[in-house]
């Protein structure tokens, strides 16, 4: 049977009070909408299908993506319109799947039971209940002597006896098709917009004897976001998840109430996540490694055994056994190979270092190709800017960067070259393989056996 999925997006989220469209707001770096779509695609729901507004689908499609399908709706008449606007997408559909935008707790199981809830039951409509602790402001389900539903009614028109009803309409559907678009057609619009209400088409099936099912999901699965306290708890929930489960599959976590990790991190078995630490973006991490205390990786590749310190990578690579820390900063556009040891307060940026480099003191190293097994001293540099352009430097295999020392950039240090402490090699000027360099600006010296290194 051919089930079709729709997420509602068309709202304007104004209690957000935000300046982008709430399914956009961001949580463990995604768009809270993202999780709605994935519920449905792994639930075995392929090509959902968003309904949006005018003012909300240009940014949408930006943000996800060519393989999203958007059906628009011109006004905002309420959610049974929306639903309303699927009808020529819902043809040979046996079965309409709907889902909030503000709803990124439910998960695929969810989805799965309410449809083979809906199926088992022959049911026209089904949706997903939970019982809450608060349901201020939510529907509350209302049932018969025997258990069944009759009714749903919303708060603002519920007395005091439903109100304290806790069983509320947990704001997932399965529809049959066509049923569900002749209920619609008998929808009459309400309050002061003329809004037709989804819920609307609940009480109208059991009106006709249609058959009504439902299926309970968790308390926090229900959790909506309408406002930016909402989306705190909707986020905390989320990143609970995403932390058991990095911890069932061998990562030790060792204070999750001090740790983020973005939903799309991963992270290798056997690594060592300390307290304070942040993982985000697209970042991936191999096995054994140790990350924090007080971390911050963003949208870097690090190997297997990698430490990274009470340190800050963004948009680098770490290859094995490498380490930074404590306090470095490697910034965007790095590539650290295997066993480099970048130390205290040392900072990289658009480089390439080769395996074994060693910068452990206060150093600099920008726009640069460093070689394998090179030591940069204490404060050394490169002085990669001019104040119009940033130039490149080039670092020989087993190079020595004595402490302080400067490489005015562009510039190009051969192979086993030595450059004193406190040097300053001019920009453009090429150091051979061998040399040692000394002064400002530096000269070659002879070495202990007489023979000058030029």
């Given at each position: 049977m051919k089930v079709l999925g729709a997420v509602l997006a068309a709202g304007k989220g104004e209690r957000m009070r935000i300046a982008r469209p709430k399914p956009l707001f961001p949580m463990l770096g995604l768009p809270m909408i993202a999780y709605a779509l994935d519920a449905l695609r792994r639930a075995g729901i392929p090509s959902p299908v968003v309904i949006a507004s005018p003012e909300t689908r240009e940014p949408l499609g930006r943000v996800l993506g060519k393989g999203v399908r958007f059906v628009v709706q011109p006004r905002p008449r309420g959610t049974g319109d929306a639903v309303n606007?699927?009808?020529?997408?819902a043809r040979g559909a046996g079965r309409l799947v709907?889902?909030?935008?503000?709803?990124?707790?439910?998960?695929?199981?969810?989805?799965?039971?309410?449809?083979?809830?809906?199926?088992s039951a022959r049911?026209?409509?089904?949706?997903?209940?939970?019982?809450?602790?608060?349901p201020s402001g939510l529907g509350r389900v209302l049932r018969d002597p025997d258990g069944k539903v009759a009714n749903i009614?919303?708060?603002?028109?519920?007395?005091?006896?439903?109100?304290?009803?806790?069983?509320?309409?947990?704001?997932?559907?399965?529809?049959?098709?066509?049923?569900?678009?002749?209920?619609?057609?008998?929808?009459?619009?309400?309050?002061?917009?003329?809004?037709?209400?989804?819920?609307?088409?609940?009480?109208?099936?059991?009106?006709?004897?249609?058959?009504?099912?439902?299926?309970?999901?968790?308390?926090?699965?229900a959790l909506g976001v309408n406002n930016l306290a909402e989306a705190a708890l909707a986020r905390a929930v989320l990143l609970s998840r995403k932390l058991a489960a990095l911890m069932s599959s061998g990562v030790a976590v060792e204070d999750p109430a001090s740790t983020h990790i973005d939903w799309e991190v991963s992270v290798g078995p056997g690594s060592v996540i300390l307290p304070g630490t942040i993982l985000m973006g697209r970042t991936r991490v191999g096995r054994d490694c140790v990350l924090g205390p007080h971390s911050v990786v963003t949208d870097s590749l690090l190997g297997n055994a990698v430490i990274v310190r009470s340190s800050y990578v963004t948009g680098s690579r770490m290859?094995?056994?490498?380490?930074?820390?404590?306090?470095?900063h490697v910034r965007a556009g790095c590539v650290l190979g295997r066993g480099v040891q970048l130390r205290t307060h040392a900072e990289v940026v658009r480089a390439r270092l080769g395996d074994g480099v060693k910068m452990h003191h206060f150093s600099y190293i920008g726009d640069?190709?460093?070689?394998?097994?090179?030591?940069?001293?204490?404060?050394?540099?490169?002085?990669?800017y001019d104040g119009r352009k940033k130039w490149p430097s080039r670092i020989g295999r087993g190079a020595f960067l004595g402490s302080g020392s400067?490489?005015?950039?562009?510039?190009?240090?051969?192979?086993?070259?030595?450059?004193?402490?406190?040097?300053?090699?001019?920009?453009?000027?090429?150091?051979?393989a061998g040399a040692v360099m000394a002064g400002v600006p530096a000269r070659p010296l002879a070495n202990s056996r007489g023979r000058k290194r030029v």
């Open positions: 606007r699927l009808r020529a997408l709907v889902i909030n935008a503000d709803s990124p707790l439910f998960e695929p199981v969810h989805v799965r039971t309410l449809v083979a809830r809906a199926l049911a026209q409509v089904a949706f997903a209940t939970a019982v809450v602790d608060d009614v919303e708060d603002s028109e519920a007395s005091p006896e439903v109100r304290r009803i806790r069983e509320i309409n947990a704001g997932l559907y399965a529809f049959e098709t066509p049923a569900i678009f002749s209920l619609l057609d008998s929808v009459e619009p309400v309050g002061v917009k003329r809004e037709l209400y989804l819920t609307r088409a609940v009480e109208l099936a059991l009106s006709r004897g249609l058959a009504v099912a439902t299926a309970p999901v968790p308390a926090e699965a290859m094995d056994g490498s380490e930074a820390g404590p306090f470095v640069a190709v460093v070689g394998p097994n090179v030591n940069v001293g204490a404060g050394a540099i490169t002085a990669n400067v490489l005015v950039a562009p510039a190009n240090v051969g192979e086993r070259a030595v450059i004193a402490a406190g040097a300053v090699v001019p920009g453009r000027r090429r150091v051979p």
